[in-house]
Nanobody
């Protein structure tokens, strides 16, 4: 199993980014994929998690692409507090969005938001 994130960058407040999580070894529509982030000095926090479906919060959207076996995270209206290392992880289908539920992790990609 391998998960590889990409798309992290430096943006200004109010900007948008799309992160990608390329998965090998498991089908993204059959297992839970979660996006998490860790800010400096803080614990890893779940952002949004899904098993094979598009889901949205007020600013973030997770969207699996079965053909590419890749899961995307759209980040909108970014704020300086969103600065963190963003990681994707794979877990059993239907997992809640807590780090303890996820077994396989990517290496992370840095998102930096400046004011």
């Amino acid at each position: 199993v391998q998960l590889v994130e990409s798309g992290g960058s430096s943006v200004q407040t109010g900007g948008s980014l799309r992160l990608a999580c390329a998965v090998s070894g498991f089908a993204v529509d059959e297992f839970a994929i979660g996006w998490f982030r860790q800010a400096p000095g803080k614990d890893i926090m779940g952002i949004i998690c899904s098993t094979g479906r598009n889901l949205s919060t007020s600013r973030f959207t997770i969207s699996p692409d079965v053909a590419k076996n890749t899961v995307y995270l759209q980040l909108n209206n970014l704020k300086p507090d969103d600065t963190a290392v963003y990681s994707c992880a794979l877990g059993p289908p239907g997992s809640s969005c807590h780090k303890s539920q996820f077994v396989h992790w990517g290496q992370g990609t840095q998102v930096t938001v400046s004011s």
